[in-house]
């Protein structure tokens, strides 16, 4: 191989070994079905989250009637803090909306601990409980959960509830 072949191969590998290293330390993996929230409280698929806040959980939930399930959300606090952390889960008549209504018949929430003070550079899990009756209703259902941390974020975010 000549001389410039090989500096130019070099150049190419240790670019592609930076790259890598780059993608692996500022975008973490996520599970598939969840999602991450930034300290706007903006959905951010690929954006760096090295330093802000994040509140990551599951997005769809599938359930029996009659089933009890509990998953965790789990809040990093990275730089912020320390403050008040507080999450609530509330019914919307559809995906991505604003319109509260009321929980069906059959079908309950229950978040635990719902507010905790969270000091910087910690994790935090907190369980999301989500029970059915036996005479729920399949089909999907649609659940929006609020978490505020002090001063840094309020989140708004979506979960499906698929009863099969």
Known sequence: MNKRRWIAFSI???TLIAAIIYWTLFYPPRSPGQVSYNMSG????????LDRS????DTSIEIRPGETKTFYATLQTRKDG?????????GTDNLYSENTVSVPA????????????ADHNNTYRFAITIMTTPSLAKGEYWLRLEGT???VFQHKGWIIVKVV
Do not use: E, R
């Open 149 to 151: 941390f002090a001063n």
């Open 82 to 90: 320390p403050g008040d952390f507080s999450a609530n889960v509330i």
């Open 12 to 14: 190419f590998f240790g």
């Open 54 to 57: 994040s509140l990551v959980y």
């Open 106 to 117: 059959g079908l309950a929430i229950s978040v635990a601990p719902s507010q905790f003070k």
């Open 42 to 49: 903006q959905t951010n698929p690929g954006t760096p989250m």
